[in-house]
């Protein structure tokens, strides 16, 4: 069974920087896909950005040139590093990992930009 633990998330003030871990229980590169969702208070979950096997990354328009996806296969880990964030990023943000027509989730972290 895949598990993904998420890490990372927190307080920070706008204009700050956070960056987001996502542990794998196995080795990533059996997986086609990984991304990062998120779902803000109140609203539906929704896509932030993705890593392909690869190496191609995709970002929604709200992201673009703030946030990096990236990997390191040496410790099964994505991660997703956030600069410059507004209050609008606050959410929970979650790990997805994709594969075979599978879906798979970590648990979430939090991140609230807020002064």
């Known amino acids: 069974q895949v598990q993904l633990v998420e890490s990372g998330g927190g307080l920070v003030q706008p204009g700050g920087s956070l960056r987001l871990s996502c542990a794998a229980s196995?080795?990533?590169?059996?997986?086609?896909?990984m991304g990062w969702y998120r779902q803000p208070p109140g609203k539906q979950r929704e896509l932030v950005a993705t890593?392909?096997?690869?190496?191609?990354?995709t970002y929604v328009d709200f992201v673009k040139g703030r946030f990096t996806i990236s990997r390191d296969y040496t410790k099964d880990t994505v991660y997703l590093q956030m600069n410059s964030l507004k209050p609008e990023d606050t959410a929970i943000y979650y790990c997805?990992?994709?594969?075979?027509?599978?879906?798979?989730w970590g648990q979430g972290t939090p991140v609230t930009v807020s002064s």
């Open positions: 997805n990992a994709h594969r075979f027509e599978v879906d798979y």
């Open positions: 196995g080795s990533i590169f059996s997986f086609n896909t």
């Open positions: 890593i392909t096997k690869g190496g191609v990354t």
